[in-house]
T-cell receptor, first 110, second 112 residues
Framework: DMKVTQMPRYLIKRMGENVLLECGQD?????MYWYRQDPGLGLQLIYI???????SEGDIPKGYRVSRKKREHFSLILDSAKTNQTSVYFC?????????FGPGTRLTVL | GEQVEQLPSILRVQEGSSASINCTYE??????FPWYKQEPGENPKLIID?????ERKQTQGLIVLLDKKAKRFSLHITDTQPGDSAMYFC???????????FGTGTSLLVDP
């Protein structure tokens, strides 16, 4: 059963704190993605990773960075979180075009 | 890049009727058009997709149409049921390394 996992599922941080969101997949997919979802805006691509240490900016990379040291893991890092980064973050992975999404992380920055 | 517009943003229908959601895209090089269904508190799930070498695809009460000339694609749900109530997102992807650009979503409510 193909699976994308995300940890944590819920997170509350204060402005200025660092945030680490983790994503894992068990399908040996080369490509992984980080999106954020806000009401009325749909899903916006933050970063895409084509394989280990092969990462590219998406449409809204400012304020975020990523790390992919193993094919099955893709991390999203917020250095000094801001209140406007409060959102639901989804990780996804794909073999080619079809993307499979994780359950999401709801991040609140106070 | 790519821009995808999705309409309507809200759609309310009676059980048993059909529902249609329309999307337009800008980049004529886009060649993959998936549709995702997202229920409250859940992740988006792929329900059907179509590639640019097709004009129509149908599966289990879902029909997608693609008009490359007009750069428009649409999802049609036949015989809607209350379980079809959810957010629906269209997306488009071209020769940009599997990057998907999503529409802003349609909230479908099926009244029993």
């Amino acid at each position: 059963d193909m699976k994308v996992t995300q940890m944590p599922r819920y997170l509350i941080k204060r402005m200025g704190e660092n945030v680490l969101l983790e994503c894992g997949q068990d399908m040996s997919h080369e490509t992984m993605y980080w999106y954020r979802q806000d009401p009325g805006l749909g899903l916006q691509l933050i970063y895409i990773s084509y394989d280990v240490d092969s990462n590219s900016e998406g449409d809204i990379p400012k304020g975020y960075r990523v790390s992919r040291k193993k094919r099955e893991h893709f991390s999203l890092i917020l250095d000094s979180a801001k209140t406007n980064q409060t959102s639901v973050y989804f990780c996804a992975s794909s073999l080619q075009d079809e993307q499979y999404f994780g359950p999401g992380t709801r991040l609140t920055v106070l | 890049g790519e821009q995808v517009e999705q309409l309507p943003s809200i759609l309310r229908v009676q059980e048993g009727s059909s529902a249609s959601i329309n999307c337009t895209y800008e980049n004529s090089a886009s060649n993959y058009f998936p549709w995702y269904k997202q229920e409250p508190g859940e992740n988006p799930k792929l329900i059907i997709d179509i590639r640019s070498n097709m004009e129509r695809k149908q599966t289990q009460g879902l029909i997608v149409l693609l008009d490359k000339k007009a750069k428009r694609f649409s999802l049609h749900i036949t015989d809607t049921q209350p379980g079809d109530s959810a957010m629906y997102f269209c997306a488009a992807s071209g020769n940009m390394g599997y990057k998907l650009t999503f529409g802003t979503g349609t909230s479908l409510l099926v009244d029993p």
